[in-house]
């Protein structure tokens, strides 16, 4: 299991998702930013092991990103398919 202590609050995986996909992606976009510039930071310090957390809340991020956008996709259609 993925732990998510001291993460910025932008990238908290406990808040609440907004409901409106628009909103839901900007909050995702701004998660994984937030984590690309504390990664950076805590590497300029030499603090591996939090940085490894921030990298295992980006993956986190990124895959529930990509679950939205997947689900916002419509089902293509029988002759889209091929059939």
């Known amino acids: 299991m993925t732990r998510f202590t001291s993460l910025p609050f932008a990238a908290d995986p406990r808040r609440a998702v907004p409901t409106h996909p628009g909103a839901r992606l900007d909050a995702i976009e701004t998660a994984l930013c937030v984590l690309g510039e504390e990664s950076e930071r805590l590497q300029r310090l030499g603090l591996e092991?939090?940085?490894?957390?921030?990298?295992?809340?980006?993956?986190?991020?990124?895959?529930v990103g990509a679950l939205y956008v997947l689900a916002e996709r419509p089902s293509p259609t029988p002759r889209e398919r091929g059939w």
Do not use: N
């Not at 921030?54 to 895959?63: H, N, V």
């Open 49 to 63: 092991g939090p940085r490894d957390r921030c990298r295992e809340a980006r993956r986190f991020w990124g895959f």
